[in-house]
């Protein structure tokens, strides 16, 4: 049967999300099973690839920005 | 006498190299240990499937150490004899390229002249007026890939780029999308699990114009083969259609069904005919995901406009194709549960790649849809794909903009064209020759449908011709079409300066001023997972037509033979004689680049790089708890979609069409396109252009196909490993020249006086090839069939228009492209006669003296 998370409507491909901590990820990979992304710094990609499990407490608590 | 023994994956697949001083001494498929995890297993029918501890390449990948030690490597960089640097320029000899020799030069004298072309051309006439294009396919390799370092530097430099097209499924990139949207996957559909489905559920397999033992599911090797044993062990019976009855087809086939060339969308008419006048479609499914059903009905029985029934008598005049036997497979797949498709992935066959391809892709997709695709054992899958693999593992292939050097994250900083003119490249020699091209189109139009229908000028108001040329990589004059028109352009003094990077001395390279020589990806470092042609990018999770997962650390085996350089140092070292080597390299070595997509991807989290390094590749286990989620079913069954690669109108249940349905008469084409007569809105068969209606066909009364090769991988293997020149149904040597197979009916050979093993001419008025003859009863009886893209190009007169001894049928093939609107190539649609070649045959062309005949000292 089918998974009811919608990543897709959740999360953009592309789009830069900021956590309660401050920091901002760009979302690299949005699909069923991957929501990845990587953390950026000065307009930058750094750091390893950072996986985000959709239902997680992350996840929730990311706020589109531009 | 240490041995070493490192890994690699070259496009048949991966490998490990046994080297002992320096020297590579053989060649294996990488077997698994004790170490690595177990495989996925399939429970079937009572059975269980699980592959063996080995993995898979193909043939080609066995002749790796041949083809690195060819006797075609070019060794050392050349400069044209009597090319003269003018300062304007002009006067340069260029009608003399492919004609003349060259001398020897050093690395500085020929990095140097170019650079100093790149900064006199770029300088004169602006950045675009330096272009640079690649092969259809390169070493395996995410660093050394051309979608990365070649991208990088040219990208950084700034130049014309010359867009693809999808060149191996030109009718369901141009097709699919309209009848059932995937336009992100390029026309291809989703295989997922669909490996469990087969073995579970099927009865019939429908192999259209579908070899996977020859075309080894793309960069997959023979790791399906088994697969398709499975099934046949299992009693699920295999049907064939190809005008050629070919190598999987001879073991395999309960029944081969031979049309016409570019007939086959007829077929796919009469088969809906039988299904529609006996009832026996999935009136349910049809009547929920079916979109104007009834219009497309109206015209397959005759009340269309044409007024013309579609019946299986008609189709027999059309196809060649017994009524009866049309009839047959129509009730035999409407009574069992039936999978299919054409070519590996569902939609690669050779019968895309004619005048009608999309029609052929089209409708044979809306066949599926009347049966229910999506329901257990009903669904667009040709054995070559949708293994169990670890969909939660991510590691970067090389169309993914994630893991290329080009890009962050894995540069610090993305290179950035700075020039938006662009060429096409089945009609680069047309817009060289006569300064202008138009086109529509974006050649790999994955972010929307709306990108078939962009408009594109050449030259782009504003912007320059085009001046310098820099071909990267194997030959195009074995793979794209009409090859003498390559030769206009190459000797056209619109080129001003063309130089040619390649590893091995192929026809194409010979037209150039400046020759460098690349080594292979076993002297270099390199990273690359097997078959992963881009999680993200087109055609995704390809990696499902491998029984294994496997990234592998392409470590060097031996050092770059004579004083050849990998493409990354000959960029590096380019970019630093322009001024911006260290911006180029951020400072990296190759092995360095290499780190960093471990690093940037989940295998860091998996593997050590010190093991991972040591060891040579990482097996990414499958879970045994994976949840099962077969393409497709979710469409069928109605619920969100749930298989990776999708679009989020999918998770509202709907396909990527306007209206989220099968579209039996397109929308999309109703809104872009309504009057293209190549491409109408009701998918339907078409006469091709050139074809067996075709006035042509009078002087000309053959088919020439021309399918993706068995005995290399483009342009990758036949010019430069000899050893597939013993394989009799592949060469024969006759007078010392290996000359190509072309297999010829009896009936016609006898009507020619052709025997087996003649030399024949295969001839048109585009040009002449000889061949020898394999007179055969496996090829439908007006046609020839004689494998394309071969790679070697080899003209009687060097620099010249004339008949060609190397097998490159391209010369013969139309430079057409689909239509008006339809930017696809269609060298299937190629008419052509045969007659036994009684002239003596050329001397001194053997192959083995062609390098060293042009190189002086």
């Not at chain 2, 499924?169 to 997922?192: D, I, N, Q, S």
Request: with cysteine.
């Amino acid at each position: 049967m089918a998974n009811t998370i919608m990543i897709q409507h959740m999360f953009k491909k592309d789009g830069f999300y900021k956590a309660p901590d401050g920091k901002v990820y760009k979302i690299v990979v949005s699909e069923i099973w991957n929501l990845r992304a990587f953390e950026i710094q000065n307009g930058k990609m750094t750091g390893p690839m950072v996986k985000i499990h959709p239902e997680s407490d992350l996840a929730k608590s990311l706020v589109e920005v531009e | 006498m240490a041995e070493k023994i490192t890994h690699s994956i070259c496009v048949g697949g991966p490998i490990a190299i046994h080297t002992v001083d320096g020297v590579i001494r053989r060649i294996r498929p990488v077997v698994l240990d004790n170490n690595d995890p177990k495989g996925w297993t399939i429970k079937a029918r009572g059975e269980e499937f699980t592959p063996t501890r080995k993995l898979q390449p193909g043939f080609i990948a066995m002749t790796e150490k041949n083809r690195a030690y060819s006797y075609d490597r070019i060794r050392y960089p050349m400069i044209r004899e009597d090319f003269v640097e003018t300062p304007d320029g002009q006067n340069r000899n260029t009608e003399m390229r492919g004609k003349s020799g060259y001398r020897r030069a050093s690395w500085d004298e020929a990095l140097d002249l170019i650079v100093r072309e790149i900064k006199r051309i770029q300088g004169m006439y602006g950045k675009e007026s330096v272009t640079a294009m690649t092969s259809s396919h390169h070493s395996w390799g995410n660093v050394g890939y051309k979608l990365s370092t070649f991208a990088r530097f040219f990208r950084m430099l700034g130049y014309t780029e010359v867009k693809d097209n999808p060149d191996s499924w030109e009718g369901f990139t141009w097709g699919g999308p309209h009848t059932y949207g995937y336009y992100w996957r390029l026309g291809g559909t989703e295989a997922f699990d669909l490996l469990e489905d087969a073995l579970q559920n099927v009865e019939t397999m429908i192999m259209w114009s579908h070899d996977p033992d020859t075309t080894r599911g793309g960069y997959a090797g023979n790791e399906s083969t088994m697969w398709r044993h499975w099934l046949n062990d299992l009693g699920v019976q295999f049907i064939y259609i190809d005008p050629f009855n070919n190598f999987s087809s001879v073991k395999q086939a309960d029944k081969w069904l031979a049309p016409r060339p570019g007939t086959d969308a007829a077929l796919c008419e009469a088969i809906a005919y039988v299904w529609l006048t006996e009832g026996t479609y999935d009136k349910e499914y049809i009547a929920k995901h079916g979109h104007r059903f009834d219009e497309w009905c109206d015209f397959i029985l005759g009340n269309g406009a044409d007024r013309l029934a579609k019946t299986p008598k008609w189709c027999e005049a059309e196809t060649g194709i017994p009524a009866a036997d049309i009839k047959a497979m129509a009730r035999r797949w409407a009574s069992t549960k039936t999978m299919g498709g054409s070519g590996m992935r569902g939609g690669f066959g050779g019968v895309c790649r004619t005048a009608n391809g999309t029609e052929f892709a089209r409708t044979m997709m809306l066949l599926f849809a009347m049966q229910g695709m999506g329901k257990p054992g009903q669904n667009v899958w040709s054995g070559s794909t949708g293994a169990p693999m670890d969909y939660d593992f991510w590691f970067g292939g090389y169309s993914d903009p994630l893991a290329q050097i080009a890009n962050e994250p894995i540069a610090d900083k993305t290179a950035v064209n700075s020039v938006t003119q662009k060429l096409y490249r089945t009609n680069l020699p047309e817009a060289i020759l006569n300064g202008h091209y138009e086109w529509y189109g974006e050649g790999f139009c994955g972010g929307g449908i709306d990108l078939e229908f962009t408009e594109h000028i050449y030259p782009e108001p504003g912007c320059s011709k085009v001046h310098m040329f820099w071909r990267y990589g194997g030959t195009f004059m074995g793979t794209m079409l009409d090859t003498n028109k390559w030769v206009k352009m190459y000797q056209s003094s619109e080129l001003e300066f063309v130089v040619n990077q390649d590893i091995h001395f192929h026809g194409e390279a010979r037209f150039a001023d400046v020759v460098l020589p690349a080594c292979t990806n076993l002297e270099r470092y390199d990273i690359g997972e097997l078959c992963n042609s881009g999680n993200g990018g087109y055609q995704s999770h390809s990696q499902t037509g491998n029984s294994w997962q496997i990234v592998v650390f392409q470590d060097k085996a031996i050092e770059p033979l004579w004083e050849s350089r990998s493409d990354y140092w000959i960029f590096a070292e380019t970019a630093k004689r322009l001024g911006w080597g260290e911006e180029f390299t951020e400072g990296r070595t190759e092995l360095d680049w290499c780190k960093r997509f471990w690093e940037k991807s989940d295998l860091c989290d998996r593997i050590s790089w010190e093991d991972f390094t040591k060891k040579g590749y990482y097996i990414v286990p499958v879970p045994e708890d994976r949840i099962r989620r077969p393409g497709f079913c979710w469409f069928a069954e109605g619920y969100a979609c749930d298989t990776p690669n999708h679009k989020p109108f999918q998770e509202e249940g709907k396909l990527g069409t306007f209206t989220g349905k099968f579209e039996f008469v397109s929308e999309s084409l109703l809104y872009w396109a309504p009057h293209d007569e190549a491409r109408t809105p009701i998918a339907s068969y078409k006469r091709s252009w050139e074809g067996h209606h075709s006035i042509k066909a009078r002087k000309y009364p053959f088919h020439l196909i021309s399918p993706h090769p068995r005995f290399d991988y483009h342009t990758q293997h036949n010019s430069s490993t000899p050893w597939f020149w013993e394989i009799p149904e592949n060469r024969e040597y006759i007078n010392g020249n290996p000359y190509l197979v072309a297999r010829v009916h009896p009936e016609k050979a006898a009507e020619k006086g052709i025997k087996d093993g003649d030399i024949i001419e295969l001839f048109n008025e585009r040009g002449s090839v000889l061949c020898v003859a394999r007179v055969t009863y496996r090829v439908e009886v007006n046609t020839i069939h004689a494998y394309g893209s071969s790679g070697v190009y080899n003209p009687v007169v060097p620099g010249e228009m004339s008949q060609d001894i190397g097998g490159c049928v391209n010369v013969l093939t139309p430079g057409r492209l689909m239509g008006d609107m339809v930017p696809g190539m269609a060298p299937n649609s190629t008419l052509m006669d045969v007659r036994k070649h009684e002239d003596c045959l050329p001397l001194g062309q053997m192959f083995e003296y062609k390098l060293d005949k042009v190189a002086r000292g």
